[in-house]
């Protein structure tokens, strides 16, 4: 496949405005085991396959098993996923598909539920950047390093 245009090469500040999420990300409360969940299963919605590799490797060296990346998107279907993860992988995917409709109140209500204001938009604001950065590696075919 052929490598498009190199955002961060030619609009660097646009990348480091990029990078201050996650920043801001890597100052939170949210667990590693969250962020890792939420960002392979936006990717995996989003077909980012560079967003795979790198968060699935991740996560795995977080701890996460591969057992549970494997089943991941028929997570409704397994007893692997807490009712906290639930809540998160429910949220994820209808933000990642907010053209089908929106976020519904039971998904919002039932993460409000669970976490506070805090880690509820800590949740969003993650949420938000791995589906900008799955468009920014789908858009310009970010290789995959072997």
Request: proline residues 1%.
């Amino acid at each position: 496949m052929k490598t498009r245009v190199n955002v961060q090469a030619v609009e660097p500040a646009a990348y480091s405005a990029m990078f201050g999420l996650e920043k801001y990300l890597q100052g939170t409360s949210l667990k590693k085991s969250h962020k890792e969940l939420l960002k392979v299963r936006a990717s995996q919605i989003n077909g980012c396959a560079f967003c795979l590799d790198m968060h699935t490797k991740d996560a795995i060296k977080g701890g996460e098993t591969a057992q549970r990346l494997f089943l991941l998107s028929a997570w409704r279907e397994t007893d692997l996923f807490d009712e906290e993860e639930k809540a998160i992988l429910a949220l994820t995917e209808q933000m990642t598909l907010i053209h089908q409709g929106g976020v519904s109140n039971e998904v919002y209500e039932q993460a409000a539920n669970l976490f506070d204001e805090h880690y509820l938009s800590q949740l969003i604001m993650a949420i938000v950047t791995i589906n900008a950065w799955n468009r920014i590696a789908i858009t310009t075919h970010l290789p995959i390093s072997k």
